[in-house]
């Protein structure tokens, strides 16, 4: 590559990164993409994550107040997260989901630089999420050095040696440093890919391990099965994480596609896209998994104030004025109903009253009256 000219290496930047499988031809003007399903992905699961990450600082800061070391530790995770958001919307730009043969070797190489960037920030952010899970499982389920207790210690220091060297290996993986995005620059490498299934697989392991965790505590607890279950819900929503993190493997493990005598290029840029795209829920999902256990006592608070107070009392009176309301204009249709078939009856039944003013007129009609408040009185 060296050898190259400028007019050459120009060229081949400009040129399509791959060949493509029999019947199709190359797009680099205006390959189909997922650009906008990839930003609304970013966008919605990074709100989601900060909503839930506000509801546990408030209730730490202000209800509950008294802010402990895993608190702390997911603050600066959301922090990292923050911080994601720049290589995983940028990659968006290069090549959101482009095949291999629809992409320049330059938008590749684009590509390749910011899920090299987005994987180490990636190692980073997620140790972060496990610590602060794995201590608070601590705060809440430790009640002594028994298994839990010494389970929990052996997974965090694991996880915490693990990720140091995944990020390290991941940031000098290549020498020099910019032959892990750029194939033009000469120099040697690690077997990256390989790198990365066995962090992946490492990594689905140690989520499935936080997620059985706390179940093993709840059902040892002395409550009703109800509570347990929905005590059990919380930090079960730590599935979506181990869901994301598995995905993620599958597209790592789909990147060491041998070529085909039909395919002769692997799709490299698709399935290193997707595997990048599926640490976004991961994080988040790991993120709302370790705030979710603050929120009840933040609803709870919030139902007590006094807006919502008085805001639940309007509309609990507005509906008992308008139930009251629809039942006597109930009664008041049964009574005129009542009465009315009662005067047809006697109109069949009796002859015209020859004296309509005098006293014996008022009284049957005021028996009418009783007769169908009485018989009114008996149907309700």
């Known amino acids: 590559m060296a050898a190259l000219s400028p007019a050459q290496h120009d060229a081949l930047l400009a040129a399509p990164a791959g060949i493509p499988p029999t019947g199709k031809a190359s797009n680099i003007t205006d390959p189909p993409n997922m650009q906008r399903g990839g930003r609304a992905i970013v966008l919605l699961l990074v709100i989601a994550a900060s909503l839930c990450f506000a509801v546990r600082v408030f209730s730490k800061v202000f209800l509950i107040r008294n802010i402990k070391l895993s608190d702390y530790l997911m603050i600066v995770a959301w922090a990292l997260l ?18 291999q043969w629809n992409i320049t070797f330059s938008d590749f190489i684009g590509l390749l630089y910011y899920l090299h960037i987005g994987s180490i920030m990636y190692g980073i952010c997620i140790l ?22 010494w389970f929990c210690h052996v997974t965090i220091w694991g996880n915490l040696l693990f990720y140091l060297i995944y990020t390290f290996v991941q940031i000098f993986a290549c020498h020099p440093l910019s032959k892990s995005w750029d194939f033009l620059t000469t120099g040697s490498c690690l077997n990256i890919r ?14 499935v391990i936080i997620l059985i965790l706390p179940q093993l505590r709840i059902w040892r607890l002395q409550m009703t099965v109800r ?24 597209y790592t493990g789909l990147m060491f596609e041998s070529p085909k005598p039909f395919k ?13 795209l599926w640490t976004v829920p991961e994080l988040a999902m790991g993120i709302i998994a370790g705030c979710l256990p ?18 639940s009392s309007y509309v609990q009176n ?12 109930s009664d ?8 009315a078939q009662c005067t047809k009856s006697d109109g069949l039944r009796k002859p015209p009253d020859q004296y309509p003013l005098t006293s014996f007129a008022s009284v049957r009609s005021d028996t009418v009256y009783l007769t169908a408040g009485s018989r009114l009185s008996t149907s309700s």
């Open 128 to 149: 972060f999420i496990k610590l602060s899970i794995l201590l608070q499982l601590l705060e809440i389920f430790g009640r002594g050095k028994d298994f839990f207790f």
């Open 82 to 99: 923050m911080g994601y958001i720049a290589p995983a919307w940028l990659v968006n730009n290069v090549a959101a989901g482009v095949d």
């Open 294 to 311: 603050s929120c009840p006592k933040f609803f709870q608070a919030l139902l007590q104030t006094a807006v919502i107070s008085k805001w």
């Open 227 to 250: 509570r347990k279950i929905a005590i059990s819900t919380v930090f079960l929503f730590g599935v979506l994480a181990c869901v994301s993190g598995i995905a993620r493997l599958v």
């Open 194 to 207: 390989l790198l990365n299934v066995i962090a992946g697989t490492l990594n689905a392991l140690s989520d």
């Open 264 to 276: 002769p290029t692997p799709n490299y840029s698709y399935f290193s896209y997707m595997a990048g």
């Open 332 to 339: 008041s249709s049964r009574i005129v109903e009542s009465e």
């Open 318 to 329: 507005s509906m008992s004025g308008l139930f009251r309301q629809a039942r006597r204009s």
